[in-house]
């Protein structure tokens, strides 16, 4: 899990950057739709039952200032109940199994969860944001089946991406810095690997970027839709203006993915 800094996270909360709108305009879809999509629903949701404490967790590097607050307003966000509890780690997680919480969402400098506590079952963030980046390429690119896709880097995110984008019936291609990543999951999954990444860039319109990567726009095709959850990225001003759509944020898209497919463990598909 790429390790967030406040500074990039301070407007989650407030919701600043108002991603709704955005995705409406990108993908026709919400934070939520979008979600409920990648967890195999085709209708709306009530998760206003759904009881959620997100536990602040100290071990490793520590605690990510605004963190817990950025994901429990997420959270609030897809309609589910939530708190930060006010104990951290194990006693965190323990407050929360006492107050009778559906799901519990924590992290740590190696992995971000979702435990769906009736369940028994989590979520873990690299499948939750490889499917929800995946599901806005998706629909910004106006379906997948059938057209070149581009997945830049190899590593748990980019992995979990390459095998949903192929399940759908797109032809994958994967490059990353490291050349023998990408062929191992050329030879794991039957897809492309591509080892120069200008001449990948240049070569694919629908791009899911799961690493740090620059765009320059003399490499962007007219029109190209970049589904980017890797950080950082740059993207000077011919890019942006060749682009059809470029999707980021820094948390939402896949701890929205995460709860409402924990969520959805414990309830009616």
Known sequence: MTRLTPDLIEGVPEDTIDLDSKLMSMCGKTVKQLALEGAGVDHDVDFSKMKVACVPITSGMGVISGFSSSVDAIVKRLGMQSYVTKGTDVNGFSQAISDGVDMIMMADDAMFVA????????????????????????????????????????????????????????????????????????????????????????????????????????????????????????FDEESRKKAKAIIHDPLEIGTAMMAVNSAMYSMER
Do not use: C
Not at 165 to 189: C, F, H, M, R
Not at 206 to 233: C, K, Q
């Open 115 to 234: 435990y769906n506590v009736h369940a028994r079952k989590y979520t873990n963030n690299s499948w939750g944001t490889a499917m929800g980046y995946s599901v806005a390429l998706k629909n910004a690119a106006g379906g997948v089946e059938g057209k070149d896709v581009l997945v830049i880097g190899a590593g748990l995110v980019g992995t979990e991406a390459v095998k949903i984008l192929k399940s759908w019936g797109a032809n994958v291609s994967v490059t990353d810095i490291k050349p023998e990543k990408a062929l191992a999951l050329q030879e794991k999954y039957g897809v492309k690997a591509l080892e120069d990444v200008e001449v990948a860039l240049a070569s694919h319109k629908y791009i899911l970027n799961a690493a740090p990567a620059i765009f320059p726009g003399r490499l962007i095709m007219e029109g190209a839709v970049v589904s980017t959850p890797g950080v950082p990225h740059y």
